[in-house]
Structure formats: structure tokens, C-alpha cells
């Protein structure tokens, strides 16, 4: 089946850092990417949404200049989150679609601790 | 934009009893309806789905159903076990690279 590998896993960083984290899909070819934030307790809201070869589309209330998207390819999707602060300490969650009924295919998660 | 609304937020059910889990949304052209069980730090498992030319799907213990005229959506687990233990998550989306939104969860609690 369809496989979205997500790294890493977890991650500390000190405030005013970035972290990058990225989603490779690796048996099939990812058009779009969903990346989600999920607080505890919370549901998944969505961040935005990348097209391959395109700018991502940010939902409202996410700041792009803070969180950085690029999907150059069909396989790699990266999320930066530049000049970490605590409160963007969350469960950061890809998901890749592509054309067909083939729905949607989650990455394992991030959990980002900023300190 | 779409908004998905689920309720219960939490729910106990006796070990063998039924569950059902209930969601509405707003936006008509949505066609595609998940169900997604999360467990603590991991990521959301697909259980079931249903598109909107179908009123009803089943796989074993779970069912869901789909009222498109009044724009709402069900999980029904019957026969509940201890490792149905989990949140569980509706969504929606048009399908094809459309998002997905997702409902607020629901706890689901299976007492032995």
C-alpha cells in the first residue's frame, strides 16, 4: 500500500530556532500534501496545502513566513518552522493524495518541543 | 469553508455494546467521508469510508452511513472490545487533492 515516511519523529529545539521536517511518499507519486497541527486533546486543523511545483496555500491564521512549505518534487514535501517559540510545540502531521480514489495517506508525525 | 461537527465528544460504552458516533457537515459538494481512529502520538488510521453514491458501507463490526439530503454521517461499532479504546475522527472532503476537514473527535471508552 501507499507509504508517506515522515522525519523525525520527534524533535527538541531551543526557542529561535528551525526545525525542518520532511514527508516522502515512496511508492507513489504525491501531487498534493496536506500538513495538519495538532494540539492535545485537539483535532487536526489543517495548515496547508501544497501542489508539486507550486506555491502552498495557507489556511487563514498560518503564518507562511513562519512556516515554510516547499514540495519540489513528487516524493518530498518539507515544512519549516522558522524562529520556533513554545506555543508552536504540536504534533506537526503530513498527508499525501493523488489523483484518483486512492484517499488519503498519513505520515507518522512529529512531535516538536521547543524550550 | 467546510465544517465538520461531531458529537459526542466522549462516550463509555459497556464491553459488547454498540457505539455510535455521529458527525454533520456544511458544504454540499463534499463526496467523500472518512473515518479515522488516532491513538496517543500516532497518526490517524483509516477504519472506514463512504462516498456520497452510497447510502451505507460495512466492514465486519463497523458500519457507517451517509444522509446526504441532510448533510450527516455515522460510525456505528457493534460488538465493542477493549482495543476499540481510541479517538476517533470523522472528516470530509470534495475528494481528488481536495482537503480534508476533520471533525473535533470523539474519546471512545470501552468498559470491561
Known amino acids: 500500500g501507499a507509504v508517506v515516511s515522515q522525519h523525525p519523529s520527534w524533535v527538541i529545539c531551543k526557542s529561535g530556532t528551525s526545525v525542518k521536517i520532511e514527508c516522502r511518499s515512496l511508492?507513489?507519486?504525491?501531487?498534493?500534501m496536506f500538513w495538519y497541527r495538532q494540539f492535545p486533546k485537539q483535532s487536526l486543523m489543517l495548515m496547508a496545502t501544497?501542489?508539486?511545483?507550486?506555491?502552498?496555500?495557507?489556511e487563514q491564521g498560518v503564518e507562511k513566513d513562519k512556516f515554510l512549505i516547499n514540495h519540489a518534487s513528487l516524493t518530498l514535501s518539507t515544512l519549516t518552522v522558522t524562529s520556533a517559540h513554545p506555543e508552536d510545540s504540536s504534533f506537526y502531521i503530513c498527508?499525501?493524495?493523488?489523483?484518483?480514489?486512492?484517499?488519503?495517506?498519513f505520515g507518522s508525525g512529529t512531535r516538536l518541543t521547543v524550550v | 469553508g467546510e465544517n465538520v461537527e461531531q458529537h459526542p465528544s466522549t462516550l463509555s460504552v459497556q464491553e459488547g455494546d454498540s457505539a455510535v458516533i455521529k458527525c454533520t457537515y456544511s458544504d454540499s459538494a463534499s463526496n467523500y467521508f472518512p473515518w479515522y481512529k488516532q491513538e496517543l502520538g500516532k497518526r490517524p488510521q483509516l477504519i472506514i469510508d463512504i462516498r456520497s453514491n452510497v447510502g451505507e458501507k460495512k466492514d465486519q463490526r463497523i458500519a457507517v452511513t451517509l444522509n446526504k439530503t441532510a448533510k450527516h454521517f455515522s460510525l456505528h461499532i457493534t460488538e465493542t472490545q477493549p482495543e476499540d479504546s481510541a479517538v476517533y475522527f470523522c472528516a470530509a472532503s470534495r475528494g481528488g487533492r481536495e482537503k480534508l476537514t476533520f471533525g473535533t473527535g470523539t474519546r471512545l471508552t470501552i468498559i470491561p
Open positions: 511508492d507513489f507519486q504525491a501531487t498534493t
Open positions: 498527508s499525501a493524495s493523488r489523483p484518483g480514489p486512492y484517499g488519503y495517506t
Open positions: 501544497s501542489n508539486e511545483g507550486s506555491k502552498a496555500t495557507y
